[in-house]
């Protein structure tokens, strides 16, 4: 079965910053979407958090995931909104937290789940890494994706690609 | 600070650098404050338990290794 992998769009964010990434409005033409992001913000941190949005929805959002720090027994917990690591203001310069996030069936009429697997990237004593599964309860094709920072705004050179994989 | 967002639009492909409403502003700032009160909501039923955890442990006069393997 042959299978296509278009990139949809992508996004760069300029020298003052951006609150967000919205993606909108996304067709139902694909079978699938994966998101990738390269992300760095201004909040005066090492690292912080993606957060997601979908159709402007922040509820009905669960989920699990595992993560560890490089050092010391790696965690697990439950998420909500969570969609990734990003590098702040006080990871080393130039460096950027990393994520793709893949959902299957987006324009499906059943709830949508989706997967994430993403690293933060810093030449410090802490960076992080963690996989999750994320499930959002909404049976509502998928037409806007958001990303916002936990904290601060997106810094420049952060970008994001959405792609749209089609099953012949 | 950037008061502004990036809308991308998935049918021409167009980026564009939108500023903020008053609205999204006052917004964002209370989805910020909900995301860390839920975070440190979890952080405290977390620790919570680890307490619950040692105390009990205390009680039975074991270790989490012990307890572990009462339950392998």
Redesign the interface.
């Known amino acids: 079965m042959a299978t296509t992998f278009e990139k949809?769009?992508?996004?760069?964010?300029?020298s003052?910053?951006?609150?967000?990434?919205?993606?909108?409005?996304?067709?139902g033409d694909w079978t699938d979407l994966a998101l990738y992001v390269s992300t760095r913000t201004?909040a005066s941190a090492v690292g912080g958090n993606d957060?997601i949005s979908l159709n402007g929805s922040?509820s009905s959002f669960s989920g699990r995931r595992i993560y560890g720090a490089g050092s010391g027994t790696p965690a697990s917990?439950?998420i909500?909104?969570w969609a990734g690591f990003n590098d702040a203001n006080n990871a080393t310069a130039s460096t950027f937290g990393n994520s793709s996030i893949y959902f299957p069936n987006y324009a499906g009429s059943t709830n949508k789940s989706y997967s994430i697997d993403t690293v933060s990237e810093t030449n410090g004593t802490t960076t992080y890494m963690g996989l999750a599964a994320g499930l959002w309860s909404n049976t509502a094709a998928i037409t806007t994706i958001r990303l916002?920072p936990?904290?601060g705004?997106?810094a420049q050179y952060s970008t994001?690609t959405?792609y749209g994989i089609k099953k012949a | 600070?950037?008061?502004?967002?990036?809308?991308?639009?998935?049918?021409t492909?167009e980026?564009t650098?939108v500023a903020?409403t008053a609205e999204?502003i006052e917004q964002?700032e209370a989805?910020?404050i909900a995301?860390?009160a839920?975070k440190a909501e979890?952080a405290t039923n977390?620790a919570l338990r680890a307490e619950q955890k040692a105390g009990l442990l205390a009680r039975l006069g074991i270790t989490a290794e012990e307890a572990e393997l009462l339950l392998s």
């Open positions: 949809i769009a992508t996004a760069t964010v300029g003052g910053g951006a609150a967000y990434i919205e993606f909108t409005p996304i067709a201004t957060i922040s917990d439950t909500t909104t916002t936990d904290s705004n997106y994001a959405l | 600070m950037a008061d502004t967002k990036i809308i991308v639009n998935c049918e492909g980026v650098e903020l999204e964002r989805d910020r995301y860390e839920q979890e977390a």
